[in-house]
């Protein structure tokens, strides 16, 4: 039978293209807490809802907790939901065309053709994300069997007394567990649902009929408002952890547009959606001239949430994973027109359709089925990303050296899995296996904090750092922080703790404000000065940006957000986090560590000022807590003729704080070190240079009684420039631009009252 068909081919094609994506080995985290009996969470002790499928880690985990490992478990699911969802879609298509009540005979005469089910069958996202570890083959399976109930509520026979569909209505409440904005296709087809309802019961008066709506909206939500409920008290918030860090709420529509000619455009989709839209009015004209209204609103419905759902992934700017978005709303579009009988569609009877009307009908059917076959067979996504958007199962198969990679060890040829490997066996050189925790073991074996460079550099730079005490309580032996968390964190252990650079399971970096638009869902960058101040016990003389985040974690609600996900759970809290969950929805937190502290604690803004060319890398530095700058390291270039590198250096603005800490080297290679610096007794107030293009000198600017002078400056030349900080403050820190030279320097400056209260600083 032709309905058979695209069930084989989506079949047929999910199994022979398996794998599990990285987004998909962080659900498989999840769950491995979960049955662990850590909570529905990433990292043990930290309440973060890393996952967007409420349904699809719940159903992973039962069949998890039966035994079967969870790749397969959500290998296996995926597959068979989104052929049995495919299958559903055109029984429930075919029994709002009025072909069901015949029975087998009647549904065969009338030659049903599986058009939007073929369309969806041969489309390469379907098979790629009908696995993936993700909850895609949960969403079409989901909208299938969904849109068949609702068809056979609505087909039910007014001469039979019929149950109220309490059933029907909980299943339709699942939507928003399995994809949040899947409430759409919730909200919309519960209208026919309760209106076959209200008709089967002889349109009941206004008290009777406003009883039974409400019993139906209670089954309806009660599984949903119970867990929303759960979600606001348990992680502090009203939406996934997902949806705050990818921006959910916000506009992209340029980047939207991209990601919807990355996929229709791709795949050729408007000659086989015409051909839909045009099965699709002859269904709804027939429908209306048999003013059935409730059909039809199960006819229509379906189509206009899809196309609002395609709006709204364009609207958001999509995702960076090639139509993987896309594939639920393209589903739902389809349902009333995932099987058409091509001879008539008469409600009453049999088919009267004209011999015109069939042909048209077949020449469509066949446009249809040669595009799928053009489709299935050499319309392809590019290699290489395009506007951020990629190939996202070819990337890993490729990067795996393996064809279908669904179990963690199958990606052992990946470079996740080989730093994953490096860190344990740093991790076992520090500290042997079995002496975590144990009294007596080996200097420098304690847990730690790893820190890799590249993710903002420190000063002094330190590779590794103690972990908190309270982290380090619950079992961890090291933290790292990647931006790809899922198949490392599953290889490094649940004794690993797991940071999340971009957001999908870190509050913190989900929160950040976006300076710059980037790839979609990676534009959320966490610096290592939040990374360690979170997680690090704090050291003396470590870098200010730390210190700041220090701060700012501990003042207004930037605190209320850690309490709120790393407090203990009691029944107080779990009532406090549901008041506060609205507010820390909202929360944005700026990613400078130094205006996240002025924001959140108060803080005086600093002051910066900037002399010289416009060239290079900015880059700012800033004294620790309770220093102030008191000169500059200063190296010129081979030829002496410019000023080819330079260090700040601090003292301490306490008897307290004895010492100097130099900063880092910003520049290129060149001569040897020169210092300029101001007499004692004398304040660092600002810098003077000589600038051509780049520096060829620079000096300071000192002060002493409410007197400034320029001390001499290390090189000659150029047309001179100042920055000086405002009367009545400071420099403690340096703000500059640099490349193989440097092209400008200057001071950031602050009252010297507030030096007992710590500066925050950074490097850009």
């Known amino acids: 039978m032709a309905m058979a068909a695209p069930l084989v ?53 039962v069949l998890g907790g039966l035994g079967v490992r969870l790749e397969i478990a959500a290998m296996v699911a995926g597959w068979a939901l989104s052929v049995v969802g495919l299958g559903f879609a055109q029984w429930g298509a075919l029994v709002l065309a009025g072909r069901a009540r015949e029975g087998f005979g009647g549904i065969w ?81 519960m209208l026919p649902v309760i209106g076959a309802t209200l008709r089967a019961r002889g349109w ?141 569609a008469d409600l009453r009877g049999p088919g009267r359709n004209s011999g015109a009307g069939v042909w048209v009908g077949a020449v469509g059917m066949a446009l249809v089925v040669g595009w799928a076959a053009y489709c299935g067979t050499s319309l392809r996504v590019a290699v290489e990303n395009v506007h951020g958007i990629g190939d996202e199962r070819g990337w890993y198969a490729r990067l795996a050296s393996h064809e279908n990679p669904v179990l963690l060890e199958e990606y052992e040829a990946m470079y996740f899995i080989k730093e994953s490997k490096q860190a344990l066996s740093f991790a076992e050189r520090r500290c042997p296996s079995g002496q975590w925790h144990e009294e007596g073991a ?20 330190l590779p ?73 016990a704090p050291t003396p003389g470590e870098d200010a940006s730390v210190a700041a985040a220090r701060r700012a974690l501990s003042c207004g609600e930037l605190a209320e957000l850690e309490e709120a996900v790393r407090g203990e759970l009691s029944v107080e809290r779990f009532f406090s986090n549901m008041a506060a969950a609205a507010r820390l929805h909202r929360l944005k937190i700026d990613p400078d560590s130094w205006r996240a502290a002025q924001d959140f604690c108060g803080e005086p803004a600093l002051f910066e000022a900037l002399a010289g060319g416009r060239g290079g890398d900015p880059a700012r530095w800033q004294c620790p807590q309770g220093y102030h700058l008191s000169g500059y390291a200063v190296r010129r270039s081979e030829d002496g003729a410019s000023i080819a590198a330079i260090r700040p250096r601090c003292e301490g603005s306490s008897k307290g704080l004895a010492g100097r800490v130099e900063g880092p080297e910003l520049g290129g290679a060149g001569g040897a070190w020169k210092r300029v610096s101001c007499e004692p007794g004398e304040r660092l107030v600002g ?64 009252a010297p009252q507030d030096d007992a209260d710590g500066v925050a600083s950074s490097s850009r």
Request: proline content about 6%.
């Open 204 to 344: 009941p008066s206004v008290k009777a009929s406003t009883l039974l709506v409400v019993k139906m909206g209670a089954a309806m939500g009660a599984i949903p408002v119970a867990y929303q409920i759960f979600r606001m008290g348990y992680f502090a918030a009203i939406v996934p952890n997902t949806a705050i860090a990818k921006s959910a709420f916000g506009s992209r529509w340029e980047q939207g547009f991209r990601y919807a000619e990355n996929f229709f455009g791709t795949y050729e989709l408007v000659l086989p959606l015409a051909v839909a839209l045009g099965f699709w009015l002859r269904l709804v004209i027939q429908t209306a001239r048999k003013g059935d209204v409730l059909r039809l609103l199960a006819l229509v419905i379906p189509t206009f949430v899809g196309l609002f759902h395609c709006v709204y992934v364009m609207k958001v700017g999509g995702g960076f994973m090639h139509g993987r978005l896309f594939l639920p709303a393209l589903f739902g579009l389809l349902l009333p027109v995932a099987a058409v009988p091509l001879r008539g």
């Open 9 to 61: 081919v989506l079949g047929v094609m999910i199994w022979q293209r398996r794998w599990t994506s990285d987004d998909g080995f962080i659900n498989l985290r999840v769950i491995e807490n979960l049955l662990a009996g850590a909570g529905p969470v990433f990292n043990a002790g930290e309440r973060i809802e890393a996952y967007t499928s409420t349904l699809w880690v719940g159903i992973v985990a």
């Open 687 to 750: 810098v003077h240079a000589g600038e051509d293009r780049w520096l060829r000198s620079v000096g300071v600017v000192c002060e002493a009684g409410g007197t400034r002078r320029q001390a001499p400056r290390v090189g000659e030349g150029g047309e001179p420039v100042e920055a000086r900080c405002p009367a009545g403050q400071r420099a403690v820190g340096m703000v500059a631009r640099t490349g193989a030279l440097v092209d400008a320097v200057g001071v950031v400056c602050r």
């Open 109 to 189: 005469r009338a030659a049903p053709l599986p058009l939007g089910a073929l369309m969806y069958a041969v489309l390469p996202p379907a098979w790629d994300f009908g696995t993936s570890g993700l909850e895609t083959g949960l969403a079409i399976g989901w909208l299938g069997f969904s849109f068949y109930r609702v068809a056979r509520v609505v087909d039910h026979p007014r001469e039979r007394p019929a149950r109220v569909p309490y059933g029907t209505m909980a299943l339709l409440g699942l939507g928003p567990l399995v994809r949040p904005e899947l409430a759409l296709f919730s909200l919309g087809m």
């Open 442 to 461: 080996p200097r420098g074996c304690s847990p730690f904090l790893y820190v890799r460079n590249k993710h903002g550099e420190l000063w002094p730079r």
């Open 464 to 536: 590794v750092y103690t972990l908190r005490e309270d982290v380090a309580a619950r079992g961890f032996k090291m933290a790292q922080m990647r931006i790809s968390i899922g198949m490392t964190s599953l290889w490094l252990g649940r004794d690993v703790y797991m940071v999340d650079r971009v957001g999908l399971a870190n509050p913190i970096s989900a929160r950040l404000k976006l300076r710059k638009r980037g790839r979609p869902g990676h534009e959320k960058m966490l610096s290592n000065s939040w990374y360690v101040a979170r997680f690090a």
